[in-house]
Nanobody, 122 residues
Framework: QVQLLESGGGLVQAGDSLRLSCAVS????????MGWFRQPPGQERQFVSR????????SYADSVKGRFTMSRDSATGTVYLQMNSLKPEDTATYYC???????????????WGQGTQVTVSS
């Protein structure tokens, strides 16, 4: 069983930066895909980014490409999401997820954290 714990959310102004962390514990197969998703108020959960367990391959949603960077610390297994040039439309609860399918669909990820709130004021 894998446990995921997000941290690093908060209230910032437009143009600011935040770094989210996802601590990973438990049994973690080497073929796992780690993902970040977000759920704005009143909307469905949406893909933000994903990274392979090796850290070699990343993918981003068009809405965050060039502003967000996902990475993984191979020593600790912690996954990060560096968010720069934040916009009010980035306001959402951000979730860390893990799975074995190279996908952008929330249904394809089997383990989820509890989420961390990011609020960007204009």
């Amino acid at each position: 069983q894998v446990q995921l714990l997000e941290s690093g959310g908060g209230l910032v102004q437009a143009g600011d930066s935040l770094r989210l962390s996802c601590a990973v514990s438990g049994r973690t197969p080497s073929n796992w895909i780690m993902g970040w998703f977000r759920q704005p108020p009143g909307q469905e959960r949406q893909f933000v980014s994903r990274i392979t367990w090796s850290g070699r391959m990343t993918s981003y949603a068009d809405s965050v490409k060039g502003r967000f960077t996902m990475s993984r610390d191979s020593a600790t297994g912690t996954v990060y999401l560096q968010m720069n040039s934040l916009k009010p439309e980035d306001t959402a609860t951000y979730y860390c997820a893990a799975g074995v399918i190279l996908s952008i669909r929330p249904a394809d990820f089997r383990s989820w954290g509890q989420g961390t709130q990011v609020t960007v004021s204009s």
